[in-house]
């Protein structure tokens, strides 16, 4: 049974890893963080996660559950997240992050702490999201500059970052493909003419959209979509666990998805 610890685990995604891990016969959950003014704070983990009692409270200090945990599943800030890297090398722990939102600085921060623990870090955590990269990089590969490739996603009304952390790796899917750098490729801002060569991201925000991502390659007569619809956050939980497993016995290192899932990305 491999022993696993979910850091934020009041949230959509937090509330709906608990749940697939109480499904799953070969883990066990050992600790639930939250908050310290999390109103959950002090209460049963299966409770908030709406399965019933599984006798593992939810607290504000992760020292515990690092302790305890061979795995921790992480979904929560970029700060906290680092945090969390320290712990991990600390108690020699593996962790699964699929915050988003991490500046460059932050990213080389988790480089770093990947030399001293396992680490696996991916801001989708489904399969299909996964396989729609390893298309998206082919299709960039094979169609070029007189393809303008551009990216939209959606989101529910309550996410902060933008754009998402699924939409940049599509991005960085797209800049492989053509063997360019996003950070010198990507295009925020709409007004004014589209430059050749820029992989372009549109932002939508409304309701309770759990996550749609849209690949456009547009070309002279002709355009390609390649698109990703979830309908339910159970998908990305069952992809963190299914990579806690995974990751459980595996040396320091930075992971992602397409190790997982051996899509040879």
């Given at each position: ?6 850091a ?16 799953n ?14 109103q ?9 996660a ?27 800030s ?19 992050i ?35 990269q390893?298309l ?26 933008a ?9 960085e ?7 360019v750098?996003?950070s010198e ?8 003419q ?5 992989i ?6 409304g ?12 070309g ?7 698109s ?10 069952h ?11 595996k ?13 040879g990305?």
């Amino acid at each position: 049974m491999i022993k696993i610890g979910v850091a934020g685990g009041a949230g959509r995604m937090g509330k709906a890893i608990v749940a697939e891990i109480a499904r799953n016969s070969r883990c066990e959950l050992v600790g639930v963080t939250v908050l310290e003014q999390d109103q959950n704070r002090g209460r049963d983990a299966g409770e908030v996660a709406g399965i019933g009692r599984l006798n593992v409270p939810l607290r504000h200090t992760p020292v515990e559950m690092f302790e305890n945990a061979d795995v921790v599943i992480d979904f929560t800030s970029p700060a906290a997240s680092l945090e969390h890297c320290m712990l991990a090398h600390e108690y020699k722990t593996a962790l699964v992050i699929g915050t988003t939102g991490f500046n460059p600085k932050q990213n080389e921060m988790l480089k770093s702490h990947a030399e001293k623990v396992p680490l696996l870090g991916a801001p989708n955590m489904s399969l299909g999201v996964n396989l729609l990269q390893a298309l998206t990089t082919v299709a960039a590969r094979i169609l070029d500059d007189r393809f303008d490739a551009e990216i939209l996603e959606m989101h529910h009304n309550a996410k902060r970052d933008a754009p998402s952390g699924t939409a940049l790796a599509l991005g960085e899917s797209v800049a492989k493909g053509r063997g360019v750098r996003l950070s010198e490729k990507a295009a925020h801002d709409r007004s004014g003419q589209r430059e050749i060569g820029d992989i372009g991201f549109a932002v939508l925000r409304g309701g309770d959209v759990v996550g749609d991502h849209t690949v456009f390659f547009a070309g002279p007569g002709e355009r390609i979509e390649l698109s990703h619809r979830a309908s339910s956050r159970v998908i990305y939980a069952h992809g963190a666990v299914h990579a806690a497993l995974w990751i459980a016995d595996k040396p320091a290192g930075l992971y992602t998805m397409q190790d997982v899932l051996n899509l040879g990305l």
